[in-house]
């Protein structure tokens, strides 16, 4: 449904915000793009939407380029950050907004306004300003605008970020549940992992203007492709430990750990396992990092619990009732099958 061939975009002052990028989209998908601040996701997206004009490289939405194509001709409708609604127009002139623009009678976009508006529970709010609504209503409108035109792809900026956290998760689920039923073809910004994780399809996680990895949330979540998507991806970071190969297993911060296949003698590798994927032992493990328990923290159903080794730190999880007094000795032993074990900073096997 969308294809980004070699599209690069160069700022004036010699930013390079995509570097030769590739990416292809399919029809009906949740797509997010994520990564941090500055790598290009926003510039990315608005390049679909034709607000930025591409240095080089091409763009084809349904199996027509669009590249040079201007906005209002791709059949793509954009929800941005901050909603951008018309502050003087009630509710339902918001919505019926990009009706009017493509001359369509009112009496259609009034019915097809009020039809929107019912959907998204907006009926009671139509003859309000976006000056009298909340956050979520608000948010609510800009998608009833964009669902209005029924475009075929959705754009959003980081749709949710504007919201407070309980908001946000609410809106999260009304999001996905739009996305299902519309099944129009929607790709999203976001910084934010946990959204991406819960709301998409597929996510391509994105640094310095290009695609570092591709795929479905469980695929970026239990096999991130390098150490850069392995630290952004999960809820508690990765513990990364550096380490070497040597006589058939892996000497990594003081524990002698299996190794995947054949490395060579001496190798140096990270070492990488998930704090949820971590258990602690009180007991002396020669496949644990050993260390001293320096902090403790509540995560609800959980605590994180931080070792403090030689030279090294490294996370666990452990359930309710299992914390381990503070300054005592544990060892942290990586669930078999669990870790994965990083050449040069991409993934070379799991172990
Ligand atoms: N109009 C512009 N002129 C010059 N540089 C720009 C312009 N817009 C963006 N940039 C630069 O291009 C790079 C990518 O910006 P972009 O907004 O796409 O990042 P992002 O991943 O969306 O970041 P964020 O999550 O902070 O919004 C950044 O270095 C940014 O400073």
């Given at each position: 449904?969308?294809?980004?061939?070699?599209?690069?975009?160069?700022f004036?002052?010699?930013?390079r915000?995509?570097?030769?990028?590739?990416?292809?989209i399919?029809?009906?998908e949740?797509?997010?793009?994520?990564g941090?601040?500055?790598?290009?996701?926003t510039?990315?997206l608005?390049?679909?939407a034709?607000?930025?004009?591409?240095?080089?490289?091409?763009?084809?939405?349904?199996?027509?380029?669009?590249?040079?194509?201007?906005?209002?001709?791709?059949d793509?409708a954009?929800?941005?950050?901050d909603?951008?609604?018309?502050p003087?127009?009630?509710?339902?002139a918001?919505?019926?907004?990009p009706l009017?623009?493509?001359?369509?009678?009112?009496?259609?976009?009034?019915?097809r306004?009020?039809e929107?508006?019912?959907r998204?529970?907006?009926t009671?709010?139509l003859?309000?300003?976006?000056?009298?609504?909340?956050?979520g209503?608000?948010?609510?409108?800009?998608?009833a605008r964009?669902?209005a035109?029924?475009?075929?792809?959705?754009?959003?900026?980081?749709?949710?970020?504007?919201?407070?956290?309980r908001l946000?998760?609410?809106?999260?689920?009304?999001?996905?549940?739009?996305?299902?039923?519309?099944?129009?073809t929607?790709?999203f910004v976001?910084?934010d992992?946990?959204?991406a994780l819960a709301?998409?399809h597929?996510?391509a996680v994105m640094?310095?203007?290009?695609?570092?990895?591709?795929?479905t949330p469980?695929?970026?979540?239990h096999?991130?492709a390098?150490t850069?998507?392995?630290?952004?991806?999960?809820?508690?970071?990765?513990?990364?430990?550096?380490?070497?190969a040597?006589?058939?297993?892996?000497?990594?911060a003081?524990?002698?750990l299996?190794?995947?296949?054949?490395?060579p003698?001496?190798?140096?590798?990270?070492?990488?396992?998930?704090?949820e994927?971590?258990?602690?032992?009180a007991?002396?493990?020669?496949?644990?990092?050993?260390?001293?328990?320096?902090?403790?923290?509540?995560?609800?159903?959980?605590?994180l619990?931080?070792?403090?080794?030689?030279?090294?730190?490294?996370?666990?999880?452990?359930?309710?009732?299992?914390e381990?007094?503070?300054?005592?000795?544990?060892?942290?032993?990586?669930?078999?099958?669990r870790?994965l074990?990083?050449?040069?900073?991409?993934?070379?096997?799991?172990?």
């Open positions: 449904m969308i294809s980004v061939h070699g599209l690069t975009k160069v004036p002052g010699g930013v915000a995509l570097d030769s990028l590739d990416l292809d399919g029809e009906g949740f797509f997010a793009l994520l941090p601040s500055g790598c290009g996701k510039t990315l608005r390049s679909i034709g607000l930025e004009t591409p240095t080089s490289g091409r763009i084809g939405i349904g199996g027509t380029d669009v590249t040079t194509l201007a906005p209002g001709r791709r793509v954009m929800v941005f950050q909603y951008a609604l018309f003087h127009m009630d509710v339902a918001n919505i019926a907004y009017r623009i493509r001359k369509t009678p009112r009496a259609r976009r009034e019915a306004a009020a929107v508006a019912d998204l529970s907006l009671g709010l003859g309000r300003r976006p000056g009298q609504l909340s956050g209503q608000q948010q609510r409108v800009a998608l964009a669902v035109c029924r475009p075929r792809v959705f754009l959003f900026d980081e749709p949710l970020s504007n919201l407070d956290a946000r998760l609410e809106a999260r689920t009304f999001l996905k549940r739009l996305q299902d039923e519309l099944g129009v929607t790709v976001t910084h992992q946990g959204e709301l998409a597929r996510i640094d310095a203007g290009r695609i570092v990895q591709v795929g469980a695929e970026i979540f096999r991130p390098t850069f998507v392995a630290s952004f991806i999960g809820s508690t970071p990765m513990n990364l430990l550096p380490g070497r040597g006589d058939g297993v892996l000497h990594v003081g524990a002698a299996p190794a995947p296949g054949d490395l003698e001496g190798e140096p590798i990270v070492y990488g396992v998930r704090p994927y971590t258990d602690l032992s007991t002396r493990r020669d496949d644990g990092f050993p260390g001293e328990v320096a902090v403790l923290e509540n995560l609800g159903a959980t605590t619990v931080t070792l403090e080794g030689p030279d090294h730190l490294v996370q666990a999880v452990v359930g309710e009732g299992r381990p007094a503070v300054g005592t000795a544990a060892w942290a032993v990586p669930r078999r099958g870790a074990v990083y050449r040069d900073g991409r993934l070379a096997g799991q172990a």
